[in-house]
C-alpha cells in the first residue's frame, strides 16, 4: 500500500490528480476492468470513476472498449509516462510564452512605480512610549558620525539610557562628535545629575539652557526624532516623529549649535544656582569645574561630604 501511494505520488508530480494516479495504477493490475471494478480496486468513490476514466482517456493514458458493458484498460506505463512528459513539456512552453509577455507588460507600470514616492514616506509618527524609548534607543546605536541631543522632562526612556551611554563612549572613542543641550530642571533631579556624570565620563558634552523649545535629537545629520506634546489632551500625551530627511537635518543642526554657543557649561550652570552643590557635585569636578570657594561663616554639611 505504501508502494501504490508513492507511485501515486510521482503520477501527481507529473501532472495526474489522486483519483487519476490511484485508478491508473488499479487499471494496469489486469487487461480490461469495468468502471465499477476499477472503482473498488483504486478506492474512487463509484460517482466520481466515470469523470476520472474520461479524464485519462483524455490524456491517453487509458482505453475504452465500447461492449454491453463497457470496459477500460491502461496504455502501457512507459508510455504513458512519456506521454505525461511530453504534456508538462507542453504546459512549460506555454508558461514561458506567458511569463515573458507578462513581464513585458507589467515591466512600464514597475517602472513607473519607482519614481513615485509617498510624500511621508520618510517619516514615522510613534505615540506609544514603549515605541518611542525602543526607536530612540536603536536611533543612538545605530548613529556613527554624530548625535546632537535636546532633552527635557519628561523622560520616556529609562533613566540610565544605556543605549546612550554606550553610542557616547562609541562615537567618543573614534573621535566623533556627541553633544546634549539640557534643560535648566535637571539641576533640581539629584538623580538625573547623576546620569549626566555617566555621560560625561563615556565622553558626551554637557550644556545647560534655561529653556529648550523641545525635545530632540540629531543623527549622522539625516534623521531627526523629536517629541511634540499634544497641546489639548492630558499632560503627559505625547507624539514623536522621526524624520529621515538630511534637509531638516541641517536646518534642525543649526538651531541646536545656535542655543548650544550661547548656553552655560555644565560647570557654570552648577555654579550660578549654588557654590556649594557645584563643590560637592562630581559632574562639575569631571567637566573641568574648579571648586568654588564656601561663604565664609557656613561651614560644610559633613553628612555631604
Not at 29 to 39: G, I, K, Q, S, Y
Not at 114 to 128: A, I, K, M, N, S
Not at 189 to 196: F, K, T, Y
Amino acid at each position: 500500500m505504501q508502494t501504490d501511494d508513492r507511485r501515486a505520488a510521482d503520477l501527481e508530480e507529473l501532472g495526474l490528480t489522486n483519483y487519476e494516479a490511484r485508478v491508473y495504477l488499479a487499471l494496469i493490475r489486469r487487461d480490461v476492468f469495468t468502471a465499477a471494478e476499477v472503482a473498488r480496486e483504486a478506492g474512487v468513490p463509484r460517482q466520481r470513476v466515470y469523470d476520472v476514466l474520461e479524464g485519462l482517456i483524455r490524456r491517453q493514458l487509458a482505453v475504452l472498449h465500447p461492449g454491453r458493458v463497457a470496459g477500460y484498460s491502461a496504455v502501457a506505463p512507459d508510455t504513458a509516462v512519456e506521454r505525461l512528459i511530453e504534456q508538462q513539456r507542453r504546459s512549460l512552453g506555454r508558461l514561458e510564452r506567458l511569463s515573458t509577455e507578462l513581464a513585458r507588460e507589467l515591466g512600464p507600470t514597475y517602472d513607473s512605480g519607482r519614481t513615485h514616492t509617498d510624500p511621508l514616506d520618510y517619516v514615522e509618527v510613534l505615540r506609544d512610549s514603549a515605541d518611542i524609548s525602543e526607536r530612540f534607543a536603536r536611533l543612538q546605536t545605530t548613529a556613527e558620525r554624530e548625535l546632537l541631543s535636546f532633552s527635557k522632562p519628561p523622560w520616556f526612556t529609562p533613566p540610565e539610557n544605556l543605549a546612550g551611554l554606550e553610542a557616547s563612549a562609541r562615537l567618543h572613542a573614534a573621535g566623533r562628535t556627541v553633544r546634549s543641550v539640557y534643560s535648566r530642571e535637571v539641576l533640581e533631579d539629584p538623580a538625573l545629575l547623576e546620569v549626566m556624570h555617566l555621560f560625561v565620563d563615556a565622553g558626551e558634552e554637557i550644556r545647560i539652557a534655561d529653556e529648550l523649545p523641545l525635545k530632540m535629537i540629531i543623527a549622522d545629520g539625516s534623521t531627526v526624532m523629536c517629541d511634540m506634546p499634544d497641546p489639548v489632551a492630558r499632560d503627559s500625551a505625547t507624539t514623536s516623529l522621526c524624520i529621515r530627511h538630511p534637509s531638516l537635518a541641517e536646518a534642525l543642526s543649526l538651531a541646536f549649535h545656535s542655543i548650544w554657543d550661547s548656553s552655560l557649561t555644565l560647570a557654570e550652570a552648577l555654579k550660578d544656582r549654588q557654590p556649594e552643590l557645584a563643590s560637592e557635585s562630581p559632574v562639575a569636578e569631571d567637566a573641568g569645574a574648579s571648586s568654588p570657594e564656601v561663604p565664609k561663616g557656613v561651614e560644610p554639611d559633613e553628612s555631604q561630604a
